[in-house]
């Protein structure tokens, strides 16, 4: 069982930086593709990107390539979120997600509990 806990996310000013942690307890990222969601309130749950553990292929959320960037550690045990010249209407709780390499694209079996990120003046 993979378990993903969060950090990292905060209260901070339009046009900050912002990096989020996903760390995977117990197991690495080796045979999953680990991925961020964002839900705003009011709003559906969004894709925001993700990366594939075993090439570390990346795919983006629409618009947010460019400014957001997806890592793993040198361990495979973190994901990180990187985002940059944060907006207001990325406010919202970001949500690490993973799935195994062999199942479907939209199973994502595994959660973590969200971060709250509040871009505000």
């Known amino acids: 069982q993979l378990q993903l806990v969060e950090s990292g996310g905060g209260m901070v000013k339009p046009g900050d930086s912002l990096r989020l942690s996903c760390t995977a307890s117990?197991?690495?990222?080796?045979?999953?593709?680990g991925a961020w969601f964002r839900q705003a309130p009011g709003k559906e749950r969004q894709f925001v990107a993700n990366?594939?553990?075993?090439?570390?292929?990346?795919n983006f959320g629409a618009g947010l390539r460019g400014r957001f960037s997806i890592d793993l550690d040198n361990d495979k045990k973190t994901v990180y979120l990187q985002m940059n010249d944060l907006k207001p209407e990325d406010t919202a709780v970001y949500f690490c997600?993973?799935?195994?390499?062999?199942?479907?694209?939209?199973?994502?079996?595994?959660w973590g509990r969200g971060t709250q990120v509040t871009v505000s003046t």
């Open positions: 997600a993973a799935r195994r390499l062999s199942t479907p694209a939209q199973s994502w079996a595994f």
């Open positions: 117990g197991r690495t990222f080796n045979q999953y593709v």
């Open positions: 990366i594939y553990g075993n090439t570390e292929s990346r």
